[in-house]
């Protein structure tokens, strides 16, 4: 696929997640394998792509449902899983790979993120879509969540699916975006 011109990915203005294409899911780790635990569908923060539009990494702020949420002593609870990841690069093996921390309140852990980010042809735009799958594994006892992996000291797998869309007509097409030298 030809790569779109380096300004067409500059302008953050230009794009927009699209919520209805966004989840994340929360597996617990066992001897048979993946079970799932939690669907988060609401989430907020920033992806931050290069000027190319290849994924540099993200801040994301991931709302945890009431019945899923940890509580400290006095009551207090976190409300959302705080997942972020900076200098993702690319890899042969896994697409991105990289270094991500998690934050639930005051606790964190570290861990490698890897994913996928390929661009896909938009009907509405010369420019193509982002279709952006990411995933980590962490120790449940690290973030002491969630409850039911924690006690049994489980691994969690945390994956993240979205999609990254040109806004209707603020979006510069490939014929408008300025042109420089050819590669």
Not at 109 to 133: A, H, N, Q
Not at 142 to 148: G, Q, S, T
């Amino acid at each position: 696929m030809d790569s779109a011109p380096e300004t067409a990915y500059a302008d953050p203005k230009a794009w927009k997640v699209d919520a209805d294409a966004s989840e994340a899911t929360l597996s617990l780790m066992d001897r048979r394998g993946p079970r799932p635990l939690l669907r988060l569908t609401d989430f907020h923060g920033s992806f931050y792509l290069r000027p190319n539009g290849d994924l540099a990494g993200f801040a994301l702020h991931l709302e945890l449902p009431p019945e899923a949420r940890s509580s400290w002593p006095g009551g207090q609870a976190a409300p959302s899983l705080f997942w972020e990841s900076v200098n993702l690069r690319p890899s042969r093996e896994r697409g991105l790979i990289g270094r991500g921390r998690l934050c639930l309140g005051r606790r964190e852990t570290w861990s490698t993120v890897s994913g996928m980010c390929t661009r896909v042809p938009c009907r509405d735009s010369e420019l193509p879509y982002l279709k952006i799958v990411l995933d980590t594994m962490f120790a449940s006892l690290a973030l002491r969540w969630p409850a039911e992996a924690a006690r049994h000291f489980r691994p969690v797998t945390l994956q993240l699916f979205t999609e990254i869309r040109p806004r209707g007509g603020s979006a510069p097409r490939r014929s408008d975006a300025p042109q420089g030298p050819s590669a």
